[in-house]
């Protein structure tokens, strides 16, 4: 009987726990109603300090229309990775130093007014925000209809609601909520599928720059002096003007987050930004159009850039439509030794202004030395400290005395901060430039995931010359995807294949070996309707196999790259059980730069060898 | 020669001082450009702080485009006279603390954005503001146009550019830049002529409370079930939503100020409210409807308001038109004695929720105690101290005793701040409710205005009993004004003619004199539809002399009064050498409650006495 007690009573004991565990807050209750069309900055930010509070907070916002205005938010300096330095940063909702926090949103909408940033989650640990749509009345992009064009002329049709703009010296300035910004840039859109066409990428505009806009109606303008490109006729231009300077979600210096079934449809800059965070969770975190909308734009550039992230990283169920950047894209930041400061310490520096100003190292951080033309990694080190002296530059204290024959110009990359990355059952829509990045040495699986990407849908870089984005693959599973035919059929940097594995290597020949190792295409899907489905690079141990390829004829070849699998530098490859299905193009495996040896082309696939 | 040589010098040294005192800061220094459509609000405050450095600083705005929303604006607690208490304030430009400061916008268009105070000025001594437009972008009023209406619908086309809505619960709710607010009270305003027709003021949309809102498509509204009276089609309806929280311009606690050249489009409140503050002027400052942008609404609410003030208050060249309420209105505020607390002490109340929480009194201030019933001043007394107990309730410590008599319900008066008006060369077109509205001891000369007002031109009230708003008139000289034939169309509160002279007393009959003294009505020219063209209660000193009254036939007349100069409660009143043109109504002194020898009609006018 005592026992039976003594057990109810724990039994009681861990319920009350649990319940405490589970403390909702209600933003409700701190004056932030749906549909008041209110700005709730200030009640949520109440709302949060009631959460600190409690243990492992639920914080709610009841369903409906919440807005977000500047007024009240907390302003930050943040240096984003792969974002302008435009700083402070305007932060809508702060999420600073909490563990254990789920903001549960109901599935509401958040609308946002003028350049923030709606969530920022810092120095923080088992953190999930769910159930929410993110969006803007007035985008930071615009868009225009295509309604007529004559040989020197293109009018547009413009919502003038979301995307109100104002003539000057006669070019389009979209004027905003606290900004104005001149149109530079376009892609177009097809209105019915969604999908660039070829041409619609990059350059679609091209011989247009020197246009005269005439307003003929209060939306509607025409573009004099436009000789150039013509986009097509009811087709939809994604009108790029303002900088990329705040991210949608920033996940800083975090530990242990979830950001689930969140449909992000706007944002001024990278959708979900995670920087030197540790496991990090996209479940249903989506960032397309507004369909409700009628928009063709979506995110302002990358739909996720996990930037030097370490433990596992796992994006699965996610759609990534009409995003103005690579939906995906993993990668470390590499540095360059600017000179030896003492013998244990290296002034740095960050090399691309928008990926700097970063605690980029920590007591503790495994590091790699990398020669600079052959990206071979020469030495390893240990971080003693990390003091940053500027924007661009950093000293780096090392725990030993630094490398031999380490020469100014070498690179360092941070191995500590490097995750397995496992991407799975994503939709990889159309959206500029490529469809997915990965360069980590951590375990990597692309499994299930749907391409219907612009360029490449897979492009695996690395460099230490360039964008420094750094870390050469270690082990790479892609398995099972589908890549459809839309996939390659713009150009943008780096795309030479469907799968592009294209390391910036300045001196490859002077490699003691190759750059990225292990990397298995398997099971997977092609319908290529061009010659390139692989271009590889660098790579030690590369199998190709139980791939099926189906000719697509939807599109026309144009790819200077004449052959299916191309190869360059590359050692032990193995080209196994593909099948190819109607006339696919090329057949064969192309090598540059190496020897046939280095490749297996089983018989029986009909893909001739090199 | 020496004398000659001392001359120049000090020549040249008031020219330097000059020069110094004029010492220039452009708000260009402070990253604050026109049509950058960015938020100047924190740039101005830093050119504000850089002028405080200067003596007699000229803050100069390059002439263009300026926008300004609440992030970084100062918010401060303001009880603001004849506003909502919705505080804090947002404060746009916040200029405190200043001896000698002109703000010259070089004809510049402000705009705003959500409910804020475009100009606030507290504790200042010469300043100066000049030039300027003031606008939003999306008001705080709303208008529709009467496209369409049947027997039991009315179709209303509304800007949703300016005006978004959404309809919930079948009711149309306005919904702006960090506000929702549902559509309450209506004025119709006649398309061409911008004029409030008979019937199209208060209770214009009588019997449709219980419409239903269907939107037929984006920007045009059916409401259902609308029985009642109709508006004309094609007349526009300003849509009432909001509360006046903030004022266009805020003057308090300050001294020597001057408002020119400024166009108020719009704002959130009252116009201009001056408010315990000495020497006021408006040259050229107007408060109407945006020409450029289409609109009917103008301001708010009042235009200027002048509250608790003194020294000279001049309001010249102002046009006023659209208004929700009086175009200019000059006052007291009475409050209330709840009890005597000690022997030369009192608990005194502020009556009017929209006047309360005001710094009332200060040391030295003349005050006047009034007999509640008969409004009749008994006794004076002198401040020694003032303490605010909350918004509604303050003690008041006297040099002396508290009269003998004295009451609970009595009333006091501040009489030192009880300014000068001169009022000249105004429009007052057509608003909601009356035209000018001034009671105050102060000397006041109203003359060579032109009124089209919708109610009264002109109203001399005075009360402590229900808007509490004091200041019984010692000396008003009314002459050569020009009333219009909209005077009158409509009926508002305390309309008993053209000019109506309306103090409440609720027990006359009591008063040993009455309250208003030496009003003389001198060479205007009234334009009478209707029968009252004078209506005057309580005064002493009354002369109409040498006014021309031409009949207008432009309207219908309806007023219950059917003579044409109504008294009551008058002594010593002369109508003298007027001359009447056309069928003028009544044509007649009309008598209540005064003997017949207070009253010497001159012959010769056509005129019957009483």
Redesign the interface.
């Known amino acids: 009987m005592k026992k039976v007690l003594i057990t109810l009573l724990m039994f009681h004991l861990t319920f009350a726990s649990a319940c405490a565990a589970a403390e909702t807050v209600s933003v409700a209750d701190f004056g932030v109603h749906p549909?008041?069309?209110?700005?709730a900055v200030a009640g949520v930010q109440k709302a949060l300090e009631a959460c600190r509070r409690a243990e492992n907070a639920l914080l709610v916002f009841p369903k409906g229309r919440y807005?977000f205005?500047?007024?009240h938010?907390r302003e930050k300096v943040y240096y984003e990775s792969n974002s302008y330095d435009n700083n402070p940063k305007?932060c809508a909702i702060l999420i600073e130093n909490f563990k254990g926090l789920t903001i549960d949103c109901s599935n509401s909408e958040f609308v946002f007014?003028?350049r923030m940033q709606p969530f920022t989650v810092e120095r923080c640990e088992r953190v999930t925000i769910r159930n929410v749509t993110i969006d803007w009345d007035i985008p930071l992009t615009a868009q225009g209809e295509v309604v007529e064009t004559g040989d020197d002329y293109i009018d547009l049709r413009i919502n003038?609601?979301e995307s109100p703009y104002v003539i000057?010296d006669g070019k389009i300035a979209f004027?905003?909520?606290?900004?104005?910004s001149r149109w530079w840039g376009s892609i177009e859109f097809e209105a019915q599928t969604h999908l660039i066409p070829p041409g619609g990428g990059d350059g679609c505009m091209r011989g247009n720059r020197d246009y005269r806009a005439e307003e003929l109606k209060r939306g509607l303008v025409r573009l004099h002096n436009a000789t150039g490109r013509k986009p097509a006729r009811g087709n939809f231009l994604v009108m790029r003007h303002s900088s990329r300077d705040h991210a949608g979600i920033f996940l800083l210096h975090s530990k242990d987050l979830v950001l689930r079934n969140i449909d992000m449809f706007h944002c001024g800059g990278l959708g979900v930004l995670a920087q030197f965070s540790e496991n990090v969770h996209l479940d249903r975190c989506h960032v397309r159009p507004n369909p409700a909308k009628g928009r063709y734009l979506s995110g302002h550039d990358d739909g996720a850039q996990i930037s030097n992230c370490r433990g596992m990283v796992r994006i699965e169920n996610c759609e990534f439509a009409a995003l103005m950047d690579d939906p995906i894209n993993v990668h470390g930041t590499s540095v360059r030794i600017i000179r030896k400061t003492a013998s244990n310490q290296l002034l740095c520096r960050f090399m691309h202004s928008m990926s700097a100003g970063m605690q980029w190292g920590r007591k503790g951080d495994n590091i790699a030395f990398i020669e600079n033309e052959n990206m071979h990694t020469f030495a390893h080190g240990t971080v003693h400290a990390f003091r940053l002296l500027s924007t661009t530059d950093f000293e780096l204290t090392l725990d030993a005395p630094v490398p031999e024959g380490l020469e100014e110009g070498d690179a360092i990359e941070n191995l500590t901060w490097s995750p397995d990355v496992e991407i799975r059952n994503c939709k990889f829509g159309s959206c500029r430039a490529r469809g997915l990045l990965v360069t980590t040495p951590g375990r990597v699986v692309i499994e299930g995931n749907v391409f219907e990407s612009s360029g490449s849908a897979i492009l695996i870089s690395g460099d230490a010359n360039g964008w420094y984005e750094s870390g050469a693959v270690r082990d790479m599973l892609i398995r099972g995807n589908t890549f459809k035919a839309p996939c390659m059929t713009n150009m943008y940097q780096f795309c030479d294949g469907i799968i592009s594995i294209f390391p910036i290597i300045p001196a490859p020949e002077k490699a003691p070996e190759p750059f990225h190792r292990n990397i298995r295409i398997e099971e997977n899907v092609f319908h290529a309707f061009d010659y390139p489905v692989l271009y590889a690079k660098s790579v030690k141990g590369l199998t190709f196999s139980n791939n099926h390829i189906v000719r697509s004829t939807r599109y026309q070849p144009y790819h200077r790259r004449k052959h299916m699998l191309n190869l360059e530098y590359c050692q032990h490859v193995k080209v196994v059980a593909n099948r190819l299905e109607g006339d696919v193009l090329g057949r064969d495996v192309h090598i540059e730069r190496m020897e046939t040896t280095e490749v297996t082309v089983a018989p029986g696939q009909g893909i001739s060898g090199p």
């Open positions: 549909n008041s069309r209110r700005n807005d205005w500047p007024q938010a305007t007014h003028g003038t609601f000057e004027v905003g909520e606290g900004w104005k």
